[in-house]
């Protein structure tokens, strides 16, 4: 069967009906409560607070090898399915907190839509614009969750411009906040007529839904008092003049976002955004990839590894790398082609997590995100096929924005030193520079946390004590250009050049002058913040 408007196959209704999507936000806005409501109406936990006490078990280290002996848990913290009506949600985690690293960036390469959670007394903040930007260059739709509006906000039509115009990007409103602060007493639902209220006091009680028959139905009156009333007539008549209507086309495409207002911690507005995520965030996309593009319909399976998460248990070495499925249907037991070394694998235990019964997978579909147990062979970008040599692109590294010198404690075990840092650099953990003149190297990261987690990770698991000291560096640029002009530039710069773990030339510095400079000086290089993965 054709889809007439594409020309391409229909895609499989099991396809179909899947949301693929990431949470975005600054700390605090309310991810993990929405997170958990999420959860609960997917049927997938029974008690609000289940999610907040996994993730605080999560940053304890004993718990967390408890956990990793049930492989299905530490899956379960990066991604998770559940059912809602008709719709199978695969929900990414994006660990965004303090820990803030690349792998956030890289989750988003995963997912066909992001749900952006502002908060709706502080709008749009720096660590939320950073992530939207990510978003952004893959236009991937977005769909946004103003929280905490039981609290004191901002006037709506004041958040609307502030997104408008530090993401620039086209706002919708999908519901519109009836009172504020204490007065907030619901909203007006206005892609579907209805009218919400909330219930102050039952937290986990689903709204009051009242159907509105037009902005003159005298039911309205009935719920609302006429004070609060009026403003909302005021508002709304302002918004239709003012503000763009919704263009699920736009909204695709990344030019539009549709704002749902609401409170994740009182279960109200949830429904409204999942029932929205249904309908406007899309199905599975296709897959940008070399030499064509991979389209989820296509009967074969593809997939390609965008997170590795090494087992924390130093006595196994094994590792799970989550696959997100772009084409076909994957069952159990399937020998795939792994592209990079051409070498058959047979994936006999992958792990889905299925949020109510975590069990190894039996099946997945386009869309789907699977983890796979492995013993270094998968590294992030790796490609796997059925056969086929495909190389799915788009997958960044960015340029590091801490860099430290790293040393062994014993100068003997610079050779070890060397094969753990390969290895956190393989997995993404970090950026590892070897200089070329003098000796050691340079680890960078994107947060400061993560030379912790390094140093820790190295010493238990290569028993290594190392030291970080500061570098003379702050800056990394990959260069890339025409040969000659490389060699020449490689051969003025000698103290500031060095090699990343593919071999890649970077420049290092501590001036954004000098790179402004070279940028002038030699017109036919490029130095970039980021790099595709290579694989
Ligand atoms: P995060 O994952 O984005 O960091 O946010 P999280 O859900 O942890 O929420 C941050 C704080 O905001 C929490 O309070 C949470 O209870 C509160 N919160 C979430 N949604 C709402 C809401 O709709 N209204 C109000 N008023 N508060 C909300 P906390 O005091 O840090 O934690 P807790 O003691 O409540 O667990």
Redesign the pocket.
Known sequence: MLDTASNRPAVPPEIARRRTFAII????????????KFLLYGGAIQMAGQV?AKGEARRTRSDFMQMEKDRGISVSASAMSFDYGNFRFNLVDTPG?SDFSEDTYRTLTAVDAAVM?IDGAKGVESQTQKLFEVCRLRDLPILTFC?????ESRDTFEIIDEIQEMLAIDVTPASWPIGQGRDFIGCYDILRDRLELMDRADRNKIAESIKIEGLDDPKLAEHVPAHLLDQLMEELEMARELLPKLDPQAVLEGHMTPIWF?????S?GVKELMDGIGTYGPEPQPQQASPRQILPEETKVAGFVFKVQANMDPKHRDRVAFVRLASGHFKRGMKLLHVRSKKPMAVSNPVLFLASDRELAEEGWAGDIIGIPNHGQLRIGDTLTEGEALRVTGIPSFAPELLQTVRAGDPMKAKHLEKALMQFAEEGAAKVFKPSIGSGFIVGVVGALQFEVLASRIEMEYGLPVRFEPSQFTSARWVSGDKLAVDKFVNANKQHIAHDHDGDIVYLTRLQWDIDRIERDYPDLTLSATKEMMV
């Open positions: 936000s600054h700390p605090d806005a309310g991810k993990t409560t929405l997170t958990e907040r907190h959670v929280n905490k509006m039981d609290r609401g409170s994740a911690i009182n109200f």
